[in-house]
């Protein structure tokens, strides 16, 4: 069921773009790809699930390893599902890991700024930020990260061939179901 929902959602990918192309790649980036890379995280966790319980029944490692199996799946579908949405809704936004490292930036934000993700990823993206600016915006970044807080800033990128363009940033704090910190998710708005 879930899977068609995602084929449904490449498909109206696809029918935007007008591209058989597309919607195979649609498919391919938003099941195929994030079920391989989940799919090698889910065996080693349940590889050193087998180890810690060594000592039980085959029978309770294979009940123990189809459960984290499913939470893994259902976690993961959801996770594309927003990663989709949010890609489609023509938002410039990024994602930044629990020590403010972006890890994921929207082709919306590339063209806002002008900057390709791998450039954005990490701390690269500072240097999108104007000379003037970029200690006092990555001060007050540093500090919402350390504190545990939102971010919300004007600022400006330095577009590679628009020039300055002023934009007004917030990133909200991504939390477990325990209140820890994961990461945050920020979006950009020219202003």
């Known amino acids: ?8 959602n490449a498909a109206l990918v696809a029918g935007s773009i007008g591209s058989v192309a597309a919607f195979i790649y649609g498919v391919w980036k938003y099941i195929f790809k994030p079920i391989q890379t989940r799919w090698n995280i889910i065996e080693k966790t349940c590889n ?3 180890k810690e319980l060594g000592s039980k029944s ?10 984290i199996i499913r939470m893994d799946v259902r976690l993961m579908l959801c996770e594309a599902r927003t990663r989709a ?30 900057y390709s993700a791998e450039q954005i990823k990490g701390y ?6 104007p000379h003037d600016m970029r200690k006092k915006v990555q001060i007050e970044w540093e500090k919402c990260v350390k504190e545990e807080r939102d971010f919300s800033m004007n600022y400006a990128y330095t ?8 934009v007004h940033g917030d990133a909200f704090i991504v939390r ?14 020219p202003i």
């Not at 069921?1 to 449904?8: F, K, L």
Request: charged content about 25%; aromatic content about 6%; some cysteine.
């Open 176 to 189: 477990d179901n325990k209140g820890k910190m994961l990461g945050l998710i920020g979006i950009a708005t």
């Open 58 to 67: 085959n029978e309770d490692n294979e009940s123990l390893r189809s459960k």
């Open 1 to 8: 069921m879930q899977y068609i929902i995602y084929i449904e």
């Open 159 to 166: 577009h590679p061939e628009k020039g300055i363009i002023p």
């Open 124 to 129: 690269g993206w500072i240097n999108m930020i």
């Open 48 to 50: 050193v699930v087998d």
């Open 85 to 114: 949405a949010m890609q489609l809704s023509k938002i410039a936004h990024w994602e930044s890991d629990k020590h403010g490292r972006c890890i994921f930036a929207s082709k919306d934000l590339c063209d806002l700024s002008g």
